[in-house]
Structure formats: C-alpha cells, structure tokens
C-alpha cells in the first residue's frame, strides 16, 4: 500500500496509498518543485497514513498549518468492514459533516486510513536560518513578535533553547555554537522564493531585535552546511539528553504567557532530585518539550514531577500531549486537558463507530469511560 | 454575545463570543497588526459563529487555509443542553478525538456554537494586483501555476473571469477594464510584508508569463483606488447577473482539470434557453462560480440545467456546494458529492448527538436517512 495516486500538478494535490513513507513522497513531489506540508526527524521511516492517524505536527506546522486544514480527504475501513470514501480533491466541500477529521488524530481507534489526499506547497527556493542569544524567556517572545513583523509569510520556524540545552548539548555531545553563552537562544528559520529578498527581510529582523535589545546577539547563515549546524544544536538534544543515564519526557503545549514558568517551578521542586531540568521546544506552536534527568530513574523524582506537572498544564489550560498522543499511557491523564462533557463525547463518538471496540483497543480513551 | 474574551498579541491568538461581526473582528485585530484568516462580502454583518458554522470560505482561503485549520477551539451548546468547552488557545493538543471539527460547516444541525478561537496571521503590509488576458483556459492554468512558482508564499488570491463576465460587468454595470478583450482573465494579488519585494516578485511574474506566451497582456496596480476598481470587476458580477431578469446560481468544486469544462457543456446544452452563461471563481480553491441568466424563470430551462449540474460535478468528483452548504434546498442532492457510506456515518454521528432532530431541523442531511 505504498502507490502514489494522483498528483495534480497545478492545485499540488497528491492522492496516495497509507502506506507511503512522507520522505518517499517529499522526494517525489521536488520533481514538480512541490513539497509536504509536514516534515518530522522520523520522515525515512514514518507512513503517511501513520503521520495522519496521530495528527503528527513537526518543524513545519508553523508555516503550512496543521493537518486538518491540509488533508483534503481519506479513505477509511470502518470496524464494520465498510469503507468510507471520503478521498476528494477539493479544497473546498460544504456537503455534510467533514467526517474525514473524525478519523485525524484518532490514533486509528476509529478505523484505519488506507489512502489519503493532501495539499503540497510549492518547495521553497531559498532557507536562511538566524540564531540569536537573549537575556530573558519575555526577549524570546518579544523576538518571536518580531520575527512574525519582518519575516511575515516566510517565517517557517521558530525554536528555543534555555542555556541548559545548550550546556547539554556542548557538553554530551561536543557540539558548538556560533554564540557565547546567553540565558535563552532563539532560532529563527526562514524558506521563500527568493534568496535575496529572504535574506534582506532576515537582515532587517536582526537589525531591529538588536536595536531594541530583544537580542544581545546573532548572527545569519544562509550556507546549507552551517544551516544543518544551527539546527543540530536544537535538534539533536534529545540525543544529548541520553548520555546523563534516565530522562523523565514531557510534551505540552501552554499558552505563551506561561510557557516557561513550569520549567522554572520544576526546578524549584526538584532542586537536587534531577540533574539536568532542560527545556527547549516550538515557540511557533506553543510547544514546549520538558525534560529533566537523573543518573538512574527514581521512584522519587518521579513522584515529584507526576501528577504535578499534568495539573499544573491543567490550571493553565495547556494540553498534556501536544503531539506524541495519548496511547496507552496517558489515556487515564485526559481529564487533565480535557472537560468531563467533552471525553464523555469522545466517548459517544467511539461507541457510535465501533460499539465493539475492537479498533486499536486499550488506547486514547480510559476504560471506565468505555464501559 | 459579541464581546472579545482575549487576544495574544505574541501567537495571534484571538478568542471571543460567535455573535461579532466579522469586520469588527478585523478592525480590532488592526489595531495590533493582526488581521482575521478570512475574509467575505458579508463581512459588514456576518457573525463568527455563523461563519464557523457553515465553515465559510471567501478569499483568504488560498493563503490561510480553511477554518479548520484556523479554529483552535468551540465552545458548542448540544441539544441536551450541555456544553461542551472546547476553548483551548493552542495550536497543538493530541489528547483525544478532534472534537471542534465536528461543528465546523454542520450548519448548526449538531449544536449551537457560542464562542471561538482562532488563529490570527500577521496584517500584510503591502497589497498589489495584476490582470491579464488569455487565450484560453489552459493558459489560466498555466499562469496559476506560474503565480505559485513567482510569487510563493506572498499570493493571495487568484480568480479567474471568462470573456462573458467582462462583457456582463461592462454592460450592465458600465465599468471600464484597464485591458482590452481576451477570452480570459486572471485576477492575481499577492499580500506581504514588503512592499518594494512584493512588487518585484509581481513584475518578474508579469515578464514571465508575458514572455512564455501563458498571458498575451496584463497590467500591474500597487494604488488601492486602482486595486478596488480591478477587484470590482470580478466582485460585483454578482450584481450584474440580476440585471438581465433571472439568474440560475451554481457554486461547485471540481478538480483544476475539468473546472472550465462544465461551463461549455452548460452552453451548448441551453443554446438560446440562456441569455447568459457567464463563468468565473476562485481557480487557487477549486471553486467555479456558474451563473446561467434568462429573462425570465423558465422551467424548461431550469429542467435543463438540473439534475444536470450535480450529475456532472458528481462524474468528476466535485462538490455541488464548494461554499454554501446544503441547508434545506440541496440536502436531498448530498449523494451526488458523498458515498452513501459516508451520508450512513454522517446520520448516525447525527443520531448520536442529536437524537431528537431538534438542532436546525430539516437541514444538510436528507429525510430518510434520519428517520
């Protein structure tokens, strides 16, 4: 199940078989100067019928959306045995319910997508990354603002880093950055249609964050191997992370205005119950991946941080996953992000589509509620 | 219910109750150079929520995306009375099913919606339009694709008119078109956050079209006087139809590769049962805007015209209703744009919240499926 369909080469809309690895499809659409509108670190290896299952987010979320606005239709196997055709290639239908989004982000606990259609942006013909030093996580915001100011439609990610990932990954893995140390880095990515005009939009940001001292430091780079250095620092902390012994991992979402109190409320708790609290993430997408490590795991550590951190996500309102999904792990936590009418719904939604339960069991939804 | 219960400047975030006005969203945002993800005529009157409602479309749609990928999070009244809050302010949260999709274009038949949130991009800070005339459609196609290599991220809209349209406009409303005749014409305007790059993205286009014989001439207009005047021709062919007595009005999707077809079936079909079969839409979104005109209403026209228009959508796997929903007057032509099994899933989602069919009776889905 790993056929491409059709490709519209003017709308860019690709139809294609579940099972095709988002890498195999990226390489194919850049013959038509086409590109997907999601990319992940697991993209030689991950389907896209999997990508669409799990509602994946990734680096480029923040430039092309989320996948309910970009899957424009999918063929689904219901538990019945019946399958829903619901594969279109229309960026506009307002005939009925949009069904197909039922099935995005429902881990396959409501049926299985065994083809989908999706919108492809025309590949960027230029990528210039900025990677700046800040003196608090409010400068970091305020660059982020910026950013959105000057770089407007090519702004395609914005990522953080606290000085603890950056000693992390300096000291684990040897690696070093272009900056001397700052509390806070941002990195600043962006893609567009023309390399001159790229830059000189990146080069006016700098400009200004500099003047008005959101940044204390930065510096461009428009080179792919020194781009590919930029984003290692960022990208290859989880690796780092490994190297200390155990890692307690945490994928929220929270609104801005919170989003680095809970690391500094974990440090306060944990003191010297961890050895490294670190946080970094997708400013873009209010994302922000929590991790903290010790030399082994802990009984204690761990009953410091849960339940604390998921009730403390809950009183601002953020979600508990922001992209890894529930699964079998966190599906008793869903109170924590979700109202009680809300999972009862969910629940009524699964019952209504597989009263069986046989799709994916054990997963999304906690088992009293299923009962 | 028309109050704003809060905005994030920094992630554009904009959460308020469904009865403001669209427009009056879009003067507040202004003030914080935001702007609201879509736009329409109605603008002046419309509510959010009716728009959420019935998952509007207008003409920001090919840049920002539908509304659901816009929409963070409902809040929906069920015909239980329960409410089920789903107001988060994130961009991402993978716990559980996506409930909000479901309320999204259900044309209130599902629940009430009573409060938004949503995605606000940055305002463009410069605005420029081009028109050119072609030979024929193909050509429109042709520049389509040639306006998303040129122009990238900053195009904005891209609407088409055939020659009938023009010739309609300057008949029976006496506006003036800066081109001389052609078949067909190409409305494309690109927004961005710098106007001296925008304009040379916009020319580089022009020669390239101009030079690869895609457009035989065209004209660029950076002046909003001017841009109003342009985007008039195509805005107001709506108000020119009614002045020749009566208008038949379609609003279809169909894929990019028949979109034009339809329309010269319809002419030769109705031979002289037409006044006018006039043609134009948003070719970025796949919407094709048919209007036939008459002096008067004549069944025999009409008979000819329907079924006929849904069969043939339906044989290319368009949409009978890219925009307006079906509402009352199409439900019982939803087969025509959607699987019975798909309408089946659609009635039982139907039945499970609704189970008394009192939420906007005798809409979107058709009698006897719901009984």
């Known amino acids: 199940m790993n056929q491409i369909i059709s490709l519209d080469q003017v709308s860019g809309i690709l139809v294609c078989q579940s099972g095709c690895i988002l890498e195999a499809l990226d390489h194919y659409l850049s013959n038509y100067e086409l590109t997907m509108p999601l990319d992940l670190g697991a993209k030689g290896s991950c389907q896209i019928g999997g990508n669409v299952s799990t509602n994946a987010g990734g680096i480029r979320l923040l430039r092309y959306g989320s996948l309910h606005g970009n899957v424009l239709g999918l063929e689904v196997v219901l538990p019945n045995g019946e399958i829903v055709d619901c594969l279109t290639t229309l960026r506009k239908d307002n005939t009925g319910y949009d069904l197909k989004q039922l099935f995005i982000g429902a881990e396959g606990t409501l049926g299985i997508i065994t083809a989908v259609s999706i919108l492809c942006p025309p590949q960027p013909k230029s990528v210039s990354v900025a990677l700046l030093g ?9 660059v982020f603002k910026s950013s959105k100011l000057y770089l407007g439609e090519i702004l395609s990610a914005f990522e953080f880093m606290d000085s603890q990932s950056m ?12 900056l ?13 249609s023309n390399a001159h005009h790229d830059e000189e939009k990146l080069m006016s940001l700098l400009h200004a964050v500099l003047d008005k001292g959101e940044a204390l430091d930065g510096c461009i780079v428009t080179d792919s191997a020194k781009i590919k250095n930029i984003w290692s620092l960022r990208e290859r902390c989880a690796e780092a992370l490994m190297y200390d012994g155990y890692c307690y991992k945490y994928d929220v979402s929270l609104p801005l205005s919170a989003f680095y109190q809970l690391v500094l409320d974990m440090r306060d708790r944990l003191g010297a119950n961890a050895t490294r609290v670190v946080a970094y ?4 997408d209010g994302n922000l ?6 030399r082994q795991y802990s009984k204690t550590t761990f009953d410091l941080i849960e ?3 998921f009730e403390w996500v809950a009183k601002y309102r953020g979600s508990i996953s922001a992209e890894h999904g529930l699964g ?10 979700k109202t009680p009418s809300a999972v009862a719904l969910m629940a009524a939604v699964k019952k209504t589509i597989d009263p069986k339960g046989i799709m994916n069991p ?3 939804l906690p088992e009293s509620i299923l009962r």
């Open 180 to 192: 001397v140390d700052y509390p806070f880095y941002a990195l600043v990515e962006c893609s567009g």
């Open 167 to 178: 000693i992390l990954v300096k000291e684990n893995l040897k690696l070093n950055s272009p």
């Open 289 to 294: 991946h929590l991790n903290i490590t010790s």
């Open 307 to 309: 339940p604390f951190v």
């Open 134 to 142: 800040c003196e608090t996580f409010d400068s970091i915001l305020q």
């Open 281 to 284: 993430g997708h400013v873009g």
């Open 328 to 337: 079998l792990k966190k599906r008793e936590y869903i109170h924590h992000s």
């Open 362 to 364: 054990y997963k999304v």
